[in-house]
């Protein structure tokens, strides 16, 4: 049964840094491209960033460009989202997702067929 976990969530002052998780079980990791999406309360879905099956395509979205940067390791099955230089807009309900893809990677949620429940991310003084 394909399972996606994340951790790595809090309460951070701006300028801060916190790195989220996403612990994957359940499939071939290294085929599929993971995305990481995020919620703020009120507003639609938005995507962060993405990172190929292979690790070698990765997107990030112009609002976290230079800021974010997105990871994974095959052995752990695990993706990583190093956010630094956090901003209060940056908050929000993180999720990370899967989809089949070992050579691209795409910042469309409608590509994403597998979804974790998410972790809260609060960017406030």
């Known amino acids: 049964q394909l399972q996606l976990v994340e951790s790595g969530g809090g309460l951070v002052q701006p300028g801060g840094s916190l790195r989220l998780s996403c612990a994957a079980s359940?499939?071939?990791?290294?085929?599929?491209?993971m995305g990481w999406f995020r919620q703020a309360p009120g507003k639609e879905r938005e995507a962060v960033s993405c990172?190929?099956?292979?690790?070698?395509?990765?997107n990030y979205s112009n609002s976290v460009k230079g800021r974010f940067t997105i990871s994974r390791d095959t052995a752990k099955k695990a993706v990583y989202l190093q956010m630094n230089s956090l901003k209060p807009e940056d908050t929000g309900v993180y999720y990370c997702?899967?989809?089949?893809?070992?050579?691209?990677?795409?910042?469309?949620?409608?590509?994403?067929?597998?979804w974790g429940q998410g972790t809260q991310v609060t960017v406030s003084s």
């Open positions: 990172i190929s099956g292979s690790g070698a395509s990765r």
């Open positions: 997702a899967a989809r089949w893809g070992p050579w691209s990677a795409s910042l469309d949620d409608r590509e994403y067929t597998y």
């Open positions: 359940g499939f071939t990791f290294e085929s599929f491209a």
